[in-house]
């Protein structure tokens, strides 16, 4: 669906809510009773409005972009971002993030690292904020040492997010830095609350890590993390699903043949 009619619908679904919230009083009630119920509801009028005017201006504002976007031209969109973003100097934090999925969908991780030095210097918290954009931009350079630290010290600077520590691991596996990544993997496999994180963590303890460090016993955590997957996902129609809520992030698509693995491994 384009950009431009999602916002007619949303502006039609607020006309529509006023209609109802202040019309069917008056065929319900009466115009007496009626004012009553407005004169305590009356503030859901402006507030409606409110959101419906600051939505449209947010779009009016960034028509160019979503135009670009439904066309899906990449290069003008890059140009067009590369000047609301950098020549500009605002730095706004969807734009960036925007931008950074733009330069890997064209696969310009060098567009990425020169957009990651220029936030370095004006808006070091946006790197922090898209870490896993940054990382994934080193491992498809094959930047892997550089990735394993990376994403190490996002981890040190912010607690321990879920996908930051399933990254890490990841470079850390690529960089065939084996024991440090069965490390990660196995904390993720026996604790992760993200059934897809827990899923790929066990198959990778169990295909590629368990063949290198067979005096682990990886292979047998990897058993207790496709039953931790199970019991929350019991059907592949299940899993499926979740993966569909991630699918559009990059950091997700860049995985999508070992998320399919992952699945054949836990529905064997």
């Keep these: 669906m384009k950009f431009g009619a999602v916002?007619?619908?949303f502006n039609i679904l607020v006309l529509c809510f006023l209609g109802v919230v202040f019309g069917i009083p008056v065929i319900m009630l009466g115009p007496a009773d009626a004012a009553v119920f407005w004169r305590?509801?009356?503030?859901?009028g402006p507030l409606a409005l409110f959101l419906a005017g600051a939505v449209d201006c947010y779009f009016l504002a960034n028509r160019g972009v979503y135009r670009l976007l439904q066309k899906e031209d990449w290069p003008a969109l890059i140009q067009e971002l590369e000047t609301r973003v950098i020549r500009k100097g605002g730095y706004p934090p969807h734009l960036v993030k925007l931008l950074a999925n733009t330069y890997l969908v064209l696969s310009d991780a060098?567009?990425?690292t020169e957009l990651e030095k220029k936030l370095e210097m004006n808006k070091p918290a946006l790197i922090r904020k898209n870490a896993l954009i940054f990382g994934t931009a080193r491992i498809l350079t094959?930047?892997?040492t550089g990735a394993a630290r990376f994403f190490a010290s996002r981890l040190e600077e912010g607690g321990r997010s879920p996908w930051l520590s399933w990254y890490h691991g990841f470079a850390l596996l690529l960089d065939r830095q084996f024991a440090a990544a069965a490390r990660e993997f196995s904390l993720?496999?026996?604790e992760s609350p993200d059934g897809i994180i827990t899923g790929l963590s066990s198959?990778?303890?169990g295909d590629t890590l368990d063949k290198f460090l067979p005096e682990k016993g990886l292979y047998r955590l990897a058993e207790a993390g496709r039953a931790r997957v199970l019991k929350a996902f019991k059907r592949r129609f299940d899993w499926n699903r979740e993966i569909k809520?991630?699918?559009t992030e990059v950091f997700?698509?860049?995985l999508s043949s070992y998320i399919n693995k992952a699945a054949d491994f836990i529905y064997q």
């Design 252 to 254: 997700a698509a860049v």
């Design 142 to 144: 094959g930047d892997l």
């Design 110 to 112: 060098r567009g990425v």
């Design 245 to 247: 809520a991630i699918e």
């Design 203 to 205: 198959w990778f303890l």
């Design 40 to 44: 305590g509801a009356w503030l859901l």
């Design 7 to 9: 916002i007619v619908i």
């Design 188 to 190: 993720l496999a026996e």
